[in-house]
């Protein structure tokens, strides 16, 4: 049973556009949430993350916004750079276990 | 400071056959967690090893097991390989066990190929 749920596998977007990429979950025991960013031959790497009282974080280029009543999860990347061009995972956590989604590669094309 | 590292980094088995698969942690950092990855199914969590306990365990039939040693390394094992066991098999250690507001660091994962 799939928890955390990324439905879009594929995602393009010109350079210096912005990219939106998202997640839905269906735990309401969820009460933190993370998104990862994965190379080719490389492990996941931490890239934003935040906590169920919040619904907005900032990073830099990244945002992350949640809508805990929509369940839903979403990653801006702004503007985006062709070294952006990755695997991205959201990830949820319970408080003992993460939870991660199937992923969407983003392509940013230069 | 060193990351995680994870040996063998690539591994061609055949069915029936096992593995065993080595994750050294970052220094200092006491869990150890395994996770597969195969396309269209994201990372599935193995399981959990903290000051050489399993904490937790994903869904995973007990083929698969694993274990942590005093230093933190961890060694996963597959037993009577399947197909279907070849995927990325990550491992991530946190500086404790995992909870709330905890950063895993992954490692390059080992692929494993079963024919």
């Known amino acids: 049973d799939q928890q955390v749920k990324q439905n879009s596998p594929s995602l393009s977007v010109q350079e210096g556009r912005i990219s939106i990429l998202n997640c839905d979950y269906t735990?309401?025991?969820?009460?933190?949430f993370l998104w990862y960013k994965k190379y080719p031959a490389e492990g996941p790497t931490f890239l934003i993350s935040?906590?169920?009282?919040?619904d907005k974080n900032e990073d830099g280029r990244f945002t992350v916004f949640l809508n805990k009543s929509a369940k839903h999860l979403s990653l801006h990347i702004v503007p985006s750079q062709p070294g952006d061009s990755a695997v991205y995972f959201c990830?949820?956590?319970?408080?003992?276990?993460?939870?991660f989604g199937t992923g969407t590669s983003l392509t940013v094309i230069p | 400071k060193a990351g995680v590292t994870q040996t063998p980094r690539y591994l061609i088995k055949t069915r029936g056959q096992q593995v065993t698969l080595s994750c050294s942690p970052i220094?200092?950092?006491?869990?150890v967690s395994w996770y597969q990855q195969t396309p269209g199914q994201g990372l599935q969590f193995l399981f959990e090893?903290?000051?050489?306990?399993?904490?937790n365990k994903g869904n995973f039939p007990g083929r698969f097991s694993g274990r942590q040693f005093s230093n933190s390394r961890s060694e996963m094992n597959v037993s009577t390989l399947e197909l279907g066991d070849s995927a990325l098999y990550l491992c991530?250690?946190?500086?404790?066990?995992?909870?709330?507001?905890?950063?895993?660091?992954f490692g390059p994962g080992t692929r494993l190929t079963v024919l």
């Open positions: 991530a250690s946190c500086r404790e066990a995992v909870a709330t507001y905890n950063e895993q660091f």
């Open positions: 935040i906590s169920s009282i919040k």
């Open positions: 220094s200092g950092h006491r869990s």
């Open positions: 735990n309401s025991m969820f009460d933190y």
């Open positions: 990830a949820a956590n319970t408080g003992n276990q993460f939870y």
């Open positions: 090893y903290f000051s050489e306990t399993q904490r």
